[in-house]
């Protein structure tokens, strides 16, 4: 059974660096799109970005400045690097697997989530 | 402020047909598929719908998608309490090269 499980920080100060790990277990993370979606509370759903194993990582244009998508596919690690944060990052940053990584995907296997508080 | 559009809200009784709809543009419904997301409080959210009318193997039957040009519907019937949670609709836009979401309905069964 495939699984994914975020982990990191809860509290991340502001203009700080948000980091936060997606471990897959139960399946290769080769020849799969991994991506990062986050949810405010009480807010609807924003794609933050994915990557490909040896390809190359494509983010929201929104976000495109402050963030960083990595895999470590030896490790079967994803990983997620948001900067200069703000209150308006605080979220639950979810790590989903994307059946395509274009208009033909579907995130069809997701984390439990991650809740990261920007606050000093 | 969501680049695909849904009601805040729906609701129906237990037994009746609801449908949430999901409003684009020519850049993303208009020219891709469609999926949508049930998302229960607290959880992660759960594909319900691919390729606009598509339902992976354990949704039941009673979910469906439709599209026609720049919008999208999802229809549940057979209403059930199990139901009320809520509900995201989700597509490529070609202009952003990425996913965009709709704001979410939320379904409440009376």
């Known amino acids: 059974q495939v699984q994914l499980q975020e982990s990191g920080p809860g509290v991340v100060k502001p203009s700080g660096t948000l980091s936060l790990t997606c471990t897959v277990s139960g399946a290769s993370v080769d020849y799969y799109y991994w991506t990062w979606v986050r949810q405010p509370p009480g807010k609807g759903l924003e794609w933050i970005g994915f990557t490909y194993h040896n390809g190359e990582p494509n983010y929201n244009p929104s976000l495109k400045s402050r963030v960083t998508i990595s895999l470590d596919t030896s490790r079967k690690r994803l990983s997620l690097r948001l900067t200069s944060v703000s209150s308006a990052d605080t979220a639950v940053y979810y790590c989903?697997?994307?059946?395509?990584?274009?208009?033909?995907?579907?995130?069809?296997?997701w984390g439990r989530g991650a809740l990261v508080v920007v606050s000093s | 402020q969501s680049v695909l559009t849904q009601p805040p809200s729906a609701s129906g009784t237990p037994g009746q047909r609801v449908i949430i709809s999901c409003s684009g543009s020519?850049?993303?419904?208009?020219?891709?598929?469609v999926c949508w997301y049930q998302q229960f409080p607290g959880t992660a959210p759960k594909l319900l719908i691919f390729?606009?009318?598509d339902r992976p193997s354990g949704v039941p039957d009673r979910f469906s998608g439709s599209k026609s040009a720049t919008s999208a519907s999802l229809a549940i019937s057979g209403l059930r309490s199990e139901d009320e949670a809520d509900y995201y609709c989700?597509?490529?836009?070609?202009?952003?090269?990425?996913?965009?979401f709709g704001g979410g309905t939320k379904l409440t069964v009376l």
């Open positions: 020519s850049s993303n419904i208009g020219s891709n598929y």
């Open positions: 390729g606009s009318n």
């Open positions: 989700a597509a490529w836009d070609d202009s952003l090269s990425g996913w965009v």
């Open positions: 989903a697997r994307d059946r395509g990584g274009d208009a033909k995907g579907y995130f069809d296997l």
